[in-house]
């Protein structure tokens, strides 16, 4: 993960498949609802044009960033839906437009960006690389509850990499947030990827390990998708314990999907 070229032109490329998706829709489509609560189409695209917004404002003025993190702890458990719903009211052209642009304008800034740069964000700061994994992580599982409006079903690809391993890399936060103390015992993360090969995170020694489908541990830690529903497996406390708690991205602990027999 250290060329950060790779993840960049990854999330470029994971960008375009979910533009593919909305580009053509109509007015009504964009008001579909989405398996998140009060989210529709609209709030999906407006959530990651805010996103993109909000890294493009880290990456190039941390002042003015600063600022809009204390809004942000000051009112945590709304501030994400209140950008989502003030995108939502624009005009579905306009909104495209906006997505599209801010991400483009991003792009640019991550690549002018000085080697070892790091910038603020919502929990630790970020490098180039980070900060493009992160966006890449979310425009996927944004990208994936659009696809669930529509009953669509994506094929999988290598860019899955970059969600496990921020998910992985997340593990200890997803217990902090939480107020949970971290597990001190390393787990071994096995996880099959799209085109059959293996990827290995942690010592292969390790007592503790998960293992599965590399689309279900990316579900999973994005919260697309319920434990139950999905084959990842635990072996070990900690690791189990994990798997109930995943969470990838920054911010308050989510409350995840329903399994699928409850709904």
Do not use: N
């Given at each position: 993960?250290?060329?950060?070229?790779?993840?960049?032109?990854?999330?470029?490329?994971?960008?375009?498949?979910?533009?593919?998706?909305?580009?053509?829709?109509?007015?009504?489509?964009?008001?579909?609802?989405?398996?998140?609560?009060?989210?529709?189409?609209?709030?999906?695209?407006?959530?990651?044009?805010?996103?993109?917004?909000?890294?493009?404002?880290?990456?190039?003025?941390?002042?003015?960033?600063?600022?809009?993190?204390?809004?942000a702890f000051a009112a945590p458990y709304s501030f994400v839906d209140e950008g989502?719903?003030?995108?939502?009211?624009?005009?579905?052209?306009?909104?495209?437009?906006?997505?599209?642009?801010?991400?483009?304008?991003?792009?640019?800034?991550?690549?002018?960006?000085?080697?070892?740069?790091?910038?603020?964000?919502?929990?630790?700061?970020?490098?180039?690389?980070?900060?493009?994994?992160?966006?890449?992580?979310?425009?996927?599982?944004?990208?994936?509850?659009?696809?669930?409006?529509?009953?669509?079903?994506?094929?999988?690809?290598?860019?899955?990499?970059?969600?496990?391993?921020?998910?992985?890399?997340?593990?200890?936060?997803?217990?902090?947030?939480?107020?949970?103390?971290?597990?001190?015992?390393?787990?071994?993360?096995?996880?099959?990827?799209?085109?059959?090969?293996?990827?290995?995170?942690g010592p292969a020694e390790a007592e503790q390990k998960v293992s599965g489908p590399?689309?279900?541990?990316?579900?999973?830690?994005?919260?697309?998708?319920?434990r139950a529903d999905l084959a990842v497996r635990a072996e070990g406390e900690d690791?189990?314990?994990?798997?109930?708690?995943?969470?990838?991205?920054?911010?308050?602990?989510?409350?995840?999907?329903?399994?699928?027999?409850?709904?």
């Amino acid at each position: 993960m250290s060329d950060p070229t790779v993840v960049l032109d990854d999330l470029r490329s994971e960008s375009d498949e979910l533009d593919r998706l909305v580009g053509e829709l109509s007015a009504d489509d964009w008001a579909r609802p989405t398996p998140a609560p009060r989210w529709s189409i609209a709030h999906q695209i407006a959530h990651l044009a805010w996103t993109d917004a909000a890294a493009l404002l880290a990456v190039t003025d941390a002042e003015a960033f600063a600022v809009e993190t204390e809004k942000a702890f000051a009112a945590p458990y709304s501030f994400v839906d209140e950008g989502a719903e003030q995108g939502a009211a624009q005009p579905p052209a306009e909104l495209l437009a906006r997505w599209r642009e801010g991400r483009e304008q991003l792009q640019k800034a991550l690549r002018a960006a000085p080697a070892g740069s790091r910038f603020p964000w919502y929990g630790p700061p970020m490098s180039v690389a980070s900060t493009a994994t992160g966006r890449l992580m979310e425009t996927w599982a944004h990208g994936q509850d659009i696809a669930d409006a529509f009953g669509a079903v994506r094929e999988p690809t290598d860019r899955l990499r970059h969600v496990a391993y921020i998910g992985v890399r997340a593990r200890d936060y997803a217990f902090g947030v939480r107020s949970l103390t971290p597990p001190t015992a390393p787990i071994r993360v096995e996880l099959t990827a799209p085109g059959g090969e293996m990827w290995t995170y942690g010592p292969a020694e390790a007592e503790q390990k998960v293992s599965g489908p590399a689309l279900d541990f990316c579900l999973l830690v994005t919260q697309r998708a319920h434990r139950a529903d999905l084959a990842v497996r635990a072996e070990g406390e900690d690791a189990d314990r994990w798997l109930d708690i995943a969470q990838a991205f920054a911010g308050p602990a989510g409350p995840g999907r329903t399994p699928k027999e409850a709904r």
